[in-house]
């Protein structure tokens, strides 16, 4: 377990007196609750999902992030439509890009165009949420 994070987490939480929302973009339903889980260990978090690109960036324009994890391959919209949608309305909110099969191009397109980080799946729980929590504390 990643408790030192956990507790970093938590106490940023804490100090800014309400959790991190994180939302969960993954058209995968148990990649989407597999990542909630994660984030469900600790209270420094308050988690929405989307299936798919056009439900994320249905719930972007209605609400603020704190960071978005976007699958980078989904049917319809890619994860880079999605991703520059999100920097449209949003520009200043972390996204992380997940991946299982994308290619070193599409990597880079999407480093180029404002993701912050890119994970790889399969996604072990110390990774995301190390990688969670470098994002958000600053």
């Not at 704190?66 to 699958?71: C, G, K, P, Q, R």
């Amino acid at each position: 377990m990643p408790k030192a994070e956990f507790e970093r987490l938590n106490q940023m939480a804490l100090q800014r007196g309400e959790p991190f929302k994180v939302l969960i973009v993954d058209d995968e339903k148990w990649v989407r609750e597999t990542f909630k889980d994660f984030c469900e260990l600790t209270s420094a978090f308050d988690v929405e999902m989307a299936f798919s690109g056009a439900e994320a960036i249905d719930k972007v324009r209605l609400n603020k992030y704190d960071l978005i994890t976007v699958d980078l391959i989904m049917p319809e919209l890619s994860g880079l439509d999605v991703l520059s949608e999100i920097k449209r309305v949003s520009p200043q909110v972390p996204v992380m890009i997940i991946t299982g099969n994308a290619t070193e191009k599409l990597i880079n397109q999407a480093g180029l165009m404002g993701a912050c980080r890119v994970l790889y799946k399969p996604v072990v729980l110390e990774t995301f949420i190390s990688e969670i929590a470098s994002t958000l504390i600053k």
